[in-house]
């Protein structure tokens, strides 16, 4: 691709597919992006919803398309880093496949327990639960998710003896979370900030190793006794293989440019997102790192998915 080719790139509409449905965190960071970044090249950006197989309908989408930069792929730590450790056959090969090109933010999960739960931090939760082996019950949005996983990396991190029960979906686990049939559970900021601040579910540790803006009084879970924990999501841009260096480093560099803009980083943060732009190859090494974690977790925990 010529540098002329470079600079005059968009010179029509370009299409972010989310491999998810509407209204979850990859989309709410997806159509902001979008509608920054139409701004910014002065052409539409379009949001096309391809859900369904864990992210790998979308994502197989975009792995055929051109790779001239007109067709991108938003996805999140499940379908960059941990597919490929939980689905033994998937329809494209994830190490060559895609070619990253900008970390957008982080999203952490909250650690929540229903209100009436005696715990009021990461330290009485451990020691209530260490009170009661076998006893504590976690939930999460479904088997092999990244609520699930973190769910995992607790245990073993705090050498605690839980009860998983997996729910179809982040609604109906925070729902009996919130009835008390279920004593905790991660779930992620943008899903959760609302019901911590109306007091039915109540937040004692954030699973990043940084606080989340969102809620930044609320200790990490790393400071509160189990150090160097990080279980955090994070949604990013892909381009498919082949796609131009020149190209991905100007997109990347656009991305970059829009999530430092003030209200861009504000609209992020009330999504429950921390606003961390990585550059392409900081971005790949940060794929590469999470799929060696989760390929462990995975592994040591027999983790099936549904």
């Given at each position: 691709m010529s540098h002329a080719q470079t600079t005059s790139f968009p010179d029509r509409p370009v299409t972010i597919v989310v491999p998810f449905p509407p209204g979850g965190g990859t989309d709410a960071g997806a159509r902001l992006i979008a509608q920054k970044l139409s701004t910014r090249w002065g052409q539409s950006v379009i949001i096309d919803n391809k859900a369904g197989a864990s992210g790998m309908?979308?994502?197989?989408?975009?792995?055929?398309?051109?790779?001239?930069?007109?067709?991108?792929?938003?996805?999140?730590?499940?379908?960059?880093?941990?597919?490929?450790?939980?689905?033994?056959?998937?329809?494209?090969?994830?190490?060559?496949?895609?070619?990253?090109?900008?970390?957008?933010?982080?999203?952490?999960?909250?650690?929540?327990?229903?209100?009436?739960?005696?715990?009021?931090?990461?330290?009485?939760?451990?020691?209530?639960?260490k009170a009661n082996p076998g006893a504590v019950t976690y939930a999460s949005s479904g088997s092999g998710s990244g609520p699930h996983l973190a769910g995992e990396m607790f245990e073993k991190a705090t050498g605690l003896d839980m009860m998983h029960v997996p729910y179809k979906g982040g609604g109906p686990a925070a729902a009996d979370v919130m009835a008390g049939h279920v004593n905790m559970y991660f779930s992620t900021v943008l899903e959760s900030i609302g019901s911590v601040k109306s007091g039915k579910l109540k937040a004692l540790g954030a699973s990043s190793l940084v606080r989340s803006p969102a809620m930044p009084e609320l200790p990490t879970i790393a400071e509160s006794g189990v150090p160097g924990f990080d279980a955090a999501s994070w949604i990013g841009i892909a381009a498919p293989a082949g796609t131009p260096s020149a190209l991905v480093d100007k997109i990347a560099a656009d991305i970059k440019a829009v999530i430092s803009e003030q209200d861009t980083r504000q609209t992020l943060i009330q999504q429950g997102a921390t606003p961390m732009p990585l550059a392409p190859t900081a971005f790949k090494a940060r794929i590469e790192s999470d799929r060696i974690r989760y390929a462990k977790v995975i592994k040591e925990g027999n983790v099936q998915v549904d």
């Amino acid at each position: 691709m010529s540098h002329a080719q470079t600079t005059s790139f968009p010179d029509r509409p370009v299409t972010i597919v989310v491999p998810f449905p509407p209204g979850g965190g990859t989309d709410a960071g997806a159509r902001l992006i979008a509608q920054k970044l139409s701004t910014r090249w002065g052409q539409s950006v379009i949001i096309d919803n391809k859900a369904g197989a864990s992210g790998m309908v979308g994502s197989e989408y975009v792995s055929r398309a051109k790779p001239d930069g007109y067709t991108l792929l938003i996805g999140n730590i499940g379908t960059f880093s941990i597919n490929p450790s939980l689905y033994k056959k998937m329809p494209y090969d994830p190490d060559k496949a895609f070619v990253p090109v900008s970390m957008i933010a982080e999203l952490p999960y909250f650690l929540l327990v229903t209100p009436s739960l005696k715990a009021n931090n990461v330290k009485e939760f451990i020691a209530f639960a260490k009170a009661n082996p076998g006893a504590v019950t976690y939930a999460s949005s479904g088997s092999g998710s990244g609520p699930h996983l973190a769910g995992e990396m607790f245990e073993k991190a705090t050498g605690l003896d839980m009860m998983h029960v997996p729910y179809k979906g982040g609604g109906p686990a925070a729902a009996d979370v919130m009835a008390g049939h279920v004593n905790m559970y991660f779930s992620t900021v943008l899903e959760s900030i609302g019901s911590v601040k109306s007091g039915k579910l109540k937040a004692l540790g954030a699973s990043s190793l940084v606080r989340s803006p969102a809620m930044p009084e609320l200790p990490t879970i790393a400071e509160s006794g189990v150090p160097g924990f990080d279980a955090a999501s994070w949604i990013g841009i892909a381009a498919p293989a082949g796609t131009p260096s020149a190209l991905v480093d100007k997109i990347a560099a656009d991305i970059k440019a829009v999530i430092s803009e003030q209200d861009t980083r504000q609209t992020l943060i009330q999504q429950g997102a921390t606003p961390m732009p990585l550059a392409p190859t900081a971005f790949k090494a940060r794929i590469e790192s999470d799929r060696i974690r989760y390929a462990k977790v995975i592994k040591e925990g027999n983790v099936q998915v549904d």
